[in-house]
T-cell receptor, first 115, second 112 residues
Framework: SAVISQKPSRDICQRGTSLTIQCQVD?????MFWYRQQPGQSLTLIAT?????????ESGFVIDKFPISRPNLTFSTLTVSNMSPEDSSIYLC????????????FGPGTRLTVL | GDSVTQMEGPVTLSEEAFLTINCTYT??????LFWYVQYPGEGLQLLLK?????DKGSNKGFEATYRKETTSFHLEKGSVQVSDSAVYFC???????????FGSGTKLNVKP
């Protein structure tokens, strides 16, 4: 299975600040996704990170709030901008493709608390 | 549109009891189906999958059979352990893996 790391694993931030989460996978993949999981809830897809082009955002999520970069086929970042307590969630990246064509694999998640 | 519905939790069982977590889906075409497990404080791990009708996915004593006629992919285990306590998510991808749909998750508590 894919080996995916996320940094930081957790953080506590003040409202109005921004946090950038990194996702690194151990081999090249076609697609990388970013999800949000609010406490006790299921996963909500934020966006698909596209290598070499702008991310594709789901309804309710915008680039100004959640800018995403994907400079190559093994790395992506998600920034949570101008944070409020409602942004407190677990943020998960996942990958599909390359060596992992038939399954979606998840990173360990970043647990964000906004005060 | 495509969607997944799974039974509400929490489900509380005694050790060695039989487990069933129901999952039904709505999708066009021939989706691939998955069960993921999330242990406390961790990300999601793939538990098992099935890519076509009548396939049975299995792993760690868990099984699920892709039933197209009933659009279901129920998760079963014959004898649960305390270590199986976690949240279980049913999911589907309709085609070419560019979009995944998740159920709401079912929390399983296994008591010794």
């Amino acid at each position: 299975s894919a080996v995916i790391s996320q940094k930081p694993s957790r953080d506590i931030c003040q409202r109005g600040t921004s946090l950038t989460i990194q996702c690194q996978v151990d081999s090249q993949v076609t697609m990388m996704f970013w999800y949000r999981q609010q406490p006790g809830q299921s996963l909500t897809l934020i966006a698909t990170a596209n290598q070499g082009s702008e991310a594709t955002y789901e309804s309710g999520f915008v680039i100004d709030k959640f800018p995403i970069s994907r400079p190559n086929l093994t790395f992506s970042t998600l920034t949570v901008s101008n944070m409020s307590p409602e942004d407190s969630s677990i943020y998960l990246c996942s990958v599909v493709g390359g060596d992992y064509t038939d399954t979606q694999y998840f990173g360990p998640g970043t647990r964000l608390t906004v005060l | 549109g495509d969607s997944v519905t799974q039974m509400e939790g929490p489900v509380t069982l005694s050790e060695e009891a039989f487990l069933t977590i129901n999952c039904t889906y709505t999708a066009t075409g021939y989706p691939s189906l998955f069960w993921y497990v999330q242990y406390p404080g961790e990300g999601l791990q793939l538990l098992l999958k099935a890519t076509k009708a009548d396939d049975k996915g299995s792993n760690k004593g868990f099984e699920a059979t892709y039933r197209k006629e009933t659009t279901s992919f129920h998760l079963e285990k014959g004898s649960v352990q305390v270590s199986d306590s976690a949240v279980y998510f049913c999911a589907l991808t309709p085609y070419n893996f560019n979009k995944f749909y998740f159920g709401s998750g079912t929390k399983l508590n296994v008591k010794p």
